[in-house]
């Protein structure tokens, strides 16, 4: 397979075959990453969808003219109507137009699952790398640290570390997520990092005379980072949806803050009367979410030279 | 290939013994593998040792050893008279730029996500000092050219390249250095027999080119005579007969030597007729509780009362031209080619 695919792979690299080669430049497998991505219609996908999500956490009012933080806007005479010109998400409960909460929801959200994702994968992921490299007693004493949050129940442990803090805001709500799930983006980087160490290749390196950041972080990084990659993306979804489950909780977000998660507990028990509350923020969130999926993908997918 | 003047790898008395160790907390150590017990020898510039013997001999804690891979239990290995078996730190990466290594598989010796220029070009990043940044990809290109390889590939992964052409990768980042001692661990025992020839051919070049001494570790015995000037036959952890390629095959003293080379498959049916064969019985005993003596001793059909009491030195013993570790050597051509 390879000798066939290395034709095609050389003739890409340096464009239409009938143009005469360009004077090779220094590949890298960050460039090579970088350059791939950018034809890759999984990850232009991605990154349009993200792109915009990020722009509206930023700027919601570019997108909504309506200030769903302004009391005057909710009126109680129009609540749970269908969708209209004048509502195009319909309204809620309290008569508040559901387009524009969906958009100001978005920060909250987008915030809480962004950082807790990469604060959990850079700990993780780090304190992973350094545990399996290191192994003997730095491995032990990590793993059974890992051991110890693993034992707690994580609503419980949400709930305390957000009881100790008493105000439920992004940050202290990404704190605790990100307490509770490092541990997992831990194992699964300790886990890549052993396989990646007894390689050859690893062996070569330290033959040459290899220094320990060189070996970590040239050989053993980038062929041990693929499944963190992949679960971070997962997770990032599920740190939006818990999010959710801790305002339901009374522990998260309050209103008058707004977040598809605080959205969708508030809409349940109205559903079947008034879907739009519910299943709007509900198609954002499930949006964020795969387009944060197709991204890992597409990152994973670059930094495998076998799969370009 | 001619060997000349002071050897530039001494090897003396080198031992390696992994511990054995049982309890979880207290670790007790309950014993010990012996993989290398005890292994001397010398290596000159431009010459090539085969090292040849069965698995689990120990042919390749001894090259991990030589490597500084491994930290020996004791003894020496010198390497131009420098020391790199205690050597630490910024002493050892000097001494390492003249040992290195080719690996035995080309399919994970090199990594997967890093292009051929970066892998071959590893080796000028991490000794800095020996070519200045500007001059590193004219350099990485002109040892693909070396090794037999286009220099525009530079910029391929290894998965795009086949077995034989990874290896000349491989061989490519040893030479990359310009080491005086290369250790080939079973440089060819991955590759098909077609490319087995063209990349031992080109190890015999870059040989004469650069005046290259090779550590040529193998099990196949007619690769290791097509190379060797020297060979060294291993069992058990021990050297047990060291010579010239001519001597070890067509003279061998040591009865271990003698069965192994008359389980070398002969390409001739008439030559298959009329070599010995010697079977040995049983398997080899564990390197963790060797026999007394003679290591040999348990499969040996000359054994005899001093094999179990007395341990046979490698050394030239009469009638053999060589060095062999046997009280009852004697030379027997076995292939009769």
């Not at chain 1, 949400?158 to 439920?168: N, Y």
């Not at chain 1, 290899?210 to 970590?216: K, L």
């Not at chain 1, 977000?253 to 923020?281: C, K, N, Q, V």
């Not at chain 2, 804690?61 to 500084?68: D, F, I, P, S, Y």
Request: glycine share 8%.
């Amino acid at each position: 397979m390879s000798d066939t695919l290395a034709p095609a792979a050389g003739r890409a690299r340096h464009g239409k075959p009938a143009r005469p080669p360009k004077p090779p430049r220094a590949a890298s497998l960050w460039n090579d990453a970088w350059h791939d991505l950018r034809r890759r219609p999984l990850f232009i996908g991605s990154a349009v969808l993200i792109g915009i999500f990020l722009i509206m956490s930023v700027f919601p009012w570019l997108f909504t003219s309506v200030d769903p933080f302004d009391a005057a806007s909710c009126r109680l005479a129009d609540a749970r109507q269908g969708m209209s010109g004048a509502h195009w998400f319909g309204t809620d409960n309290l008569g508040c137009d559901v387009y524009a909460r969906t958009v100001y929801g978005a920060r909250n959200s987008i915030v809480v699952g962004v950082t807790t994702t990469v604060v959990t994968a850079l700990v993780g992921g780090l304190l992973g790398l350094v545990a399996g490299f290191k192994g003997g007693a730095v491995d032990t004493l990590f793993s059974r640290i890992t051991e110890i949050f693993f034992a707690i129940p994580s609503i419980l442990g949400a709930l305390l570390i957000l009881a100790v803090f008493r105000t439920g805001n992004v940050w202290t709500v990404m704190l605790a997520l990100a307490v509770l799930t490092w541990p997992m983006t831990f194992r699964i980087m300790r886990a890549a990092v052993i396989t990646a160490k007894s390689q050859d290749y690893v062996v070569a390196a330290r033959a040459l005379g290899a220094s320990a950041p060189r070996i970590m972080f040239r050989h053993i990084l980038p062929n041990a980072v693929a499944p963190v990659i992949v679960v971070a993306t997962i997770n990032l979804g599920g740190f939006i949806a818990a999010e959710a489950g801790l305002s339901f909780l009374g522990v998260g977000l309050r209103s008058p803050d707004i977040s598809w998660g605080l959205m969708i507990s508030d809409a349940r028990e109205r559903f079947l009367e008034a879907p739009g509350p519910l299943l709007f923020p509900a198609l954002f969130l499930s949006l964020t979410v795969l387009a944060f999926i197709m991204l890992g993908d597409a990152v994973r997918d670059a930094l495998d030279p076998k799969l370009r | 290939m001619a060997a000349t003047g002071e050897p530039i790898l001494e090897v003396r008395d080198l031992v390696k013994h992994f511990p054995l160790n049982q309890g979880i907390i207290m670790k007790k150590q309950i014993g010990a593998i012996k993989a290398v017990d005890g292994v001397s020898f010398d290596l000159r510039r431009g010459e090539t040792l085969g090292i040849v013997g069965e698995s689990g001999c120990g042919k390749s804690t001894l090259a991990k050893l030589l490597m500084a891979l491994e930290r020996p239990t004791s003894g020496s290995v010198k390497i131009n008279g420098r020391e790199i078996a205690q050597a630490r730190g910024g002493e050892l990466k000097r001494v390492r730029r003249n040992i290195q290594m080719v690996m035995q598989d080309p399919y994970t010796s090199l990594n997967p996500r890093m292009t051929v220029g970066d892998i071959i070009g590893e080796p000028y990043e991490i000794h800095q000092e020996v070519a200045p940044k500007g001059d590193r990809r004219r350099k990485v290109q002109e040892l693909l050219e070396v090794v037999g390889l286009n220099p525009d590939h530079i910029n391929r992964y290894p998965h795009q390249f086949s077995g034989g052409q990874r290896q000349r990768i491989g061989i490519a980042r040893g030479l990359a250095l310009q080491p005086e001692i290369i250790v080939c661990d079973e440089p060819v025992s991955a590759l098909d027999v077609s490319i087995q020839a063209q990349v031992i051919n080109l190890l015999e070049r870059l040989q004469n080119e650069f005046d290259l001494a090779y550590i040529f570790i193998a099990h196949d015995l007619s690769v290791v005579r097509h190379i060797s000037d020297r060979v060294g036959v291993m069992y058990l952890g021990k050297m047990v007969e060291l010579g010239k390629d001519t001597e070890i095959y067509d003279r061998p003293a040591h009865p271990y030597t003698q069965a192994l080379l008359s389980a070398v498959p002969v390409p001739d049916p008439d030559g298959r007729e009329r070599r010995e064969r010697i079977i040995l019985q049983g398997d080899p005993p564990s390197p963790a509780n060797p026999p007394s003596g003679c290591r040999f001793r348990t499969r040996c059909w000359k054994a005899q009362e001093i094999c179990a009491e007395q341990e046979p030195l490698l050394q030239i013993r009469p009638g053999t031209a060589h060095a062999s570790a046997c009280h009852f050597a004697e030379t027997h051509d076995v292939v009769h080619v």
